[in-house]
């Protein structure tokens, strides 16, 4: 697979230099991919974006109103244009947006409105959740009023922009503390949006809750339990995503908007079939649930694998298993296999790692297995 850096390119370099060479009297375009070219190899994806908005700054005309009019004089033609195509001869679009989006949220914060409305339309060829943040860092009043506007607008990607680009916590992006601090300010555009015709406006709302819940699990916990009551199907589902690391982490308040109460739990087995595992396989395990209530219980089970870490003491990794009705005198049984193989997000160390099951956030049995490394094989 290409690496993610490579979405910047000589290509993309050159037909964004053509573009708004097109519109640009003077521009050096000879010189701007040059100096692009001298270091975009040795960058990474988001160094390589400031690298080519830092190039940008040096070659065109630095007064607003000139750069206002030639980089929306570049983009793309919306009438055949998509934000998942990339740049062409016609225009700019794509992920060579955001060096442009970063252009303008980085020098031109002083022509605030007029900036908003240039990425309002760079935000139909691709996205400027990035570059927003600039705005709602320097104005956050202001910025959210603007995106209020914007609530009805007939493009998704910019009604996902609402709420993309309002995450406190959004990954790869500036944080924005005031909001993480105090999220209330964008919950009335979330909640405009959370029946959206848009999954992926819908997406962005239940991950935009997910980060707030990371600061203010209880306020995510009621506006849970508030925009269940007679919620579509797709609500129902934005809210599960949203609450997952609540549910996950066993949150009382999150766990009875969703109608999961404390379990009444009698005998929990959990059998390992593969007590020993070596690196690149998979852990096959069993479990057997059984109830002490005298009347259905719905559940909610998922399960911990309690790995060692580099210090040798053991850690737990929640998974998402399954839901599922427990009756009276009658044992749920369940099975898993589990692989364990290399990932970019965790270090695997040899030894005896353990399982348990966590049911309506409440955590249930262990039992051990032993992992073995390449590197203590025979």
């Known amino acids: 697979m290409e690496p993610l850096k490579n979405l ?3 290509k993309l370099t050159q037909n964004m230099a053509r573009n708004i ?3 640009a009297q003077g521009f050096d375009q000879t010189g701007f991919e040059a100096d692009v070219m001298e ?3 040795a960058l990474e994806l988001k160094p390589r974006a400031q690298w080519i908005t830092d190039c940008l700054h ?3 005309p630095p007064d607003w109103t000139t750069r206002e009019r030639i980089l ?3 983009l793309h033609p919306l009438s055949n244009s998509s934000p998942e195509q990339p740049t062409d001869g016609d225009g700019i679009r794509g992920w060579a947006i955001m060096p442009l989006t970063m ?3 980085q020098h031109h914060i002083a022509h605030f409105d007029e900036a908003m409305a240039l990425l309002y339309e760079m935000t139909r060829r691709f996205t400027s959740e990035f570059a927003v943040r600039y705005f709602l860092l320097e104005d956050q009043a202001r910025a959210l009023a603007i995106m209020e506007s914007w609530l009805d607008d007939e493009d998704e990607h910019i009604r996902r922009l609402i709420s993309e680009g309002t995450r406190p916590r959004l990954p790869w992006a500036m944080q924005l503390p005031a909001l993480m601090a105090d999220p209330t300010p964008a919950i009335p555009l979330l909640k405009h949006l959370r029946d959206d015709p848009s999954e992926y406006v819908r997406r962005s709302v239940a991950n935009h809750l997910n980060d707030i819940a990371k600061d203010h699990p209880d306020l995510v916990a009621d506006i849970a339990a508030d925009w269940l009551k007679e919620a579509p199907p797709e609500r129902q589902k934005l809210l599960r995503h949203a609450c997952r690391t609540l549910i996950k982490q066993g949150h009382g308040p999150t766990l009875k908007a969703f109608n999961f ?4 739990i009698g005998a929990v087995e959990i059998n390992i079939e593969t007590p020993t595992v070596n690196f690149g396989e998979a852990l096959n395990f069993t479990a057997a649930i059984a109830s002490k209530s005298n009347s259905p219980q719905a559940v909610i089970i998922d399960y911990a694998i309690h790995f060692v870490k580099a210090d040798g003491k053991r850690k ?4 998402k298993w399954t839901k599922a009705t427990l009756e009276p005198g009658k044992p749920l049984h369940l099975k898993r296999r589990h692989p364990i193989r290399e990932i970019t997000t965790r270090q695997y160390y040899t030894g005896k790692q353990a399982v348990s099951l966590r049911i309506n956030g409440e955590d249930f049995g262990s039992e051990e297995f032993e992992l073995i490394m390449p590197d203590t094989l025979p």
Do not use: M, N, T
């Not at 737990?316 to 998974?319: L, R």
């Open 72 to 74: 929306r004089a570049s």
């Open 103 to 105: 252009l303008i949220g």
């Open 39 to 41: 270091k975009l190899e």
């Open 316 to 319: 737990p990794k929640v998974f």
């Open 8 to 10: 910047f390119s000589p």
């Open 21 to 23: 060479a097109r519109h």
């Open 261 to 264: 109460e404390p379990p009444a």
């Open 58 to 60: 040096q070659y065109l």
